[in-house]
């Protein structure tokens, strides 16, 4: 966990390797309780490498 800080906001950043089938797609998402549903809304998803990284603007339950 890297806690990045800027002058806008401060962004958490999570590293999940990517260990995924071919086609298959990755994305960052939190369990929104209030909504009861899962959501990406506040965080950004990219892929390097092998590597899935998560940056989101807030602390939760998170998966990829």
């Not at 089938?21 to 899962?38: F, N, P, R």
């Not at 892929?47 to 990829?64: I, R, Y």
Request: some cysteine; glycine content about 4%.
């Amino acid at each position: 966990l890297e806690n990045v800080e800027t002058e806008e906001t401060s962004n958490f950043v999570f590293t999940f390797n990517a260990d995924q089938e071919e086609g298959a797609t990755s994305e960052c998402v939190y369990y929104d309780e209030e909504k009861s549903e899962w959501s990406g809304e506040g965080c950004t998803t990219s892929l390097v490498n092998d590597t899935v990284v998560c940056s989101c603007s807030h602390l939760t339950f998170f998966t990829v």
